[in-house]
C-alpha cells in the first residue's frame, strides 16, 4: 500500500473512532444542558491543546500530525471536562 494508501485509511480510522468516542460521551453526559455546555468547553480545549502540540511535534515527526493530535486532545478534554460535568446533575437544565 502507498504511502497515500496509509494515510486514508488511518484518517478515516481516526474519524470512526471520534464518531464512536462523541456518541458514547453523548450518551454519557445525558439530557443536561449545563453538562452538555461543559463538555463543549472540554471539546474546543482539546482540540486547542491539540493542533498546538501537532504543531510542535510535526517538524519533529516530518509529517503533520496535528489531526492525531487534536483526536487526542479531543478525547482528554472530554476526559477533563467530565470531571466537573459529572458533579451537575443528568437531569438539569
Do not use: Y
Not at 456518541?23 to 480545549?45: C, D, E, H, N, Y
Request: glycine letters at 10%.
Amino acid at each position: 500500500m502507498s504511502n497515500e494508501g496509509v494515510a486514508l485509511v488511518t484518517r478515516a480510522a481516526l474519524v470512526l473512532f471520534l464518531i464512536l468516542a462523541a456518541s458514547l460521551f453523548l450518551a454519557v453526559v445525558g439530557p443536561s444542558k449545563k453538562r452538555r455546555q461543559i463538555m463543549l468547553a472540554g471539546t474546543l480545549g482539546g482540540v486547542s491543546v491539540g493542533v498546538f502540540a501537532g504543531s510542535l511535534i510535526s517538524p519533529w515527526l516530518q509529517f503533520d500530525a496535528s489531526s492525531i493530535c487534536a483526536s487526542i486532545g479531543v478525547v482528554l478534554g472530554w476526559g477533563a471536562s467530565w470531571l466537573f460535568a459529572r458533579h451537575i446533575p443528568r437531569e438539569a437544565s
